[in-house]
């Protein structure tokens, strides 16, 4: 293992393996499909991020239609049989963040698009997970796993040392930033009174994390043109799409969550992604009764999309999905 680089960018790690060159070709877009509703049923939770199963990162246009979206031919970016998930994109679009499994442990790789080159972010003895870029462009949050075991978000600078950002809020499993001070956090059980997975949402000015919701899922995005936050939450089996408003830390529900799926993505119209085996669907809350199909994929590697990442212009779809072996 290298020491950690104090540069933004370092080389991508022969532990790594080789990620598929490849060129992003515009692909013939397809029309928009005929719309399938489907009923919105139950889900279970999972608990924290773990490198077991193997994990390829695809990547395709998107171009919204009046009804739905068009589709551009998927392209793997990643082919080796390892843990590769949680897939970030920058706020100009321009790279493709996710976490891979990498000698043992697990470090950031950064994709530039327009270049088709992936490399290693910064290679730490700790493993990382969920990068995504801070809010004022410094560098990386990501959720760290160290050396004890403890579970907490950290920066990641572009330039100088890592650095806990809410020290006294463990175990961290996942996160979405809702502006430079707040950001909501998902905390396993295993500190304080919490017997089950809460969102808290913490501020880097007062120090504070507080609780607002127990039973929270892993899936967490900050909701567009709106000062609240996004979520999955549970009342038992049920597994519903949330909000917690920013300003009053009030949670309002809004959708259920497809049958065994709890990740999703929001476009910057306000429609919400979901995935369930090979099928990608859509959801307009306030507008749709339920989750219509936007397409069934054909490609054998993406026949167990879990997350989704969509670009800040919607017009890119990062999916991630289990191999077939």
Partial sequence: MSTPSSTGTGVLSAGLGALVAFTLAAGAQTPAPSVEVVAIVQATPTPTPTPTPALDIWLLKL????EGFALGSPVRLTDREAYQNQPAFS?????????????????VVGYEIETRQAKVVRETPESEYSPQVLPDGSGLSVVRVEPDGTQRLWALPWSGA?????????????YAWGDADRAALFVLPGEGDADQ?????ASRKSGKAEIVFRGAGRSIQRSPGREAIAFTGFNGSECWIREVDLGR??????????????????????????????????????????WLLVKAFAEPGLQAITRLAVSPKGDRLALVSERKR
Wanted: glycine share 10%.
């Fill in 91 to 107: 706020p100009d679009g321009k790279v493709l963040y996710w976490t891979a499994h990498n000698a043992g442990q697990t470090d």
């Fill in 249 to 290: 830390g009030h949670v309002t529900s809004f959708a259920r969550c497809l049958e065994k799926s709890m990740d999703f993505a929001w476009t910057p119209d306000g429609t919400l992604l979901m995935a369930s085996g090979n099928r990608l669907f859509r959801h307009q809350p306030g507008a749709d009764d339920g």
């Fill in 63 to 66: 171009q919204p239609r009046r």
């Fill in 162 to 174: 890592p650095y806990p950002i809410f020290e006294r809020v463990k175990p961290v499993g996942y």
């Fill in 197 to 201: 997975p809460t969102l808290r949402l």
